[in-house]
């Protein structure tokens, strides 16, 4: 399966902060939107960063509460791994894995086109696994 379905299924809408927006800001993204990390994007187009409710955690235990009026680049991660939609998501399932990451950026021609979580990776495999049991008693019931 390529990454391109999972977007497909779930839509390619990210939700995006700029840089200089306060980490406080960011948490009211992240409930608002009920999701675990964010892109940080100066436009909304291109990846400055990503930050994610560890990110926060581990600045806040470091730092303490003063980081609420930092901005977001302040916390987020620079280097982003990225997909494209292209890409399989057997491989990916890999990288989050070896990597430790939960949040993927989907980028073609160096724009952002949705991003991938884990739970979206196990949902995808879990959806394969079923259509297989279904072709195999299928074919079992012949």
Known sequence: MLIGTILRGKGSGVTTVAPE???????DKLAE?????????A???????IVSERDVVRRLHDRGAAIL????SSIMTAEVRTVAPGDRVDELRKI???HR????????DGRLVGIVS????VKSAIEELETEKASLV????R
């Not at 927006?21 to 948490?27: S, Y």
């Not at 009026?69 to 977001?72: N, R």
């Not at 990451?101 to 073609?108: G, S």
């Open 21 to 27: 927006a306060t980490v406080r800001d960011l948490l």
């Open 118 to 121: 884990i739970g979206d990776v």
């Open 33 to 41: 939107h009920n999701i675990g990390a964010v892109v940080v994007s």
């Open 43 to 49: 436009d909304g187009v291109t990846i400055d960063g």
């Open 96 to 98: 989050m894995t070896t």
């Open 101 to 108: 990451v939960r949040h993927m950026p989907v980028v073609e």
């Open 138 to 141: 299928d074919y079992l019931h």
């Open 69 to 72: 009026a930092e901005p977001v």
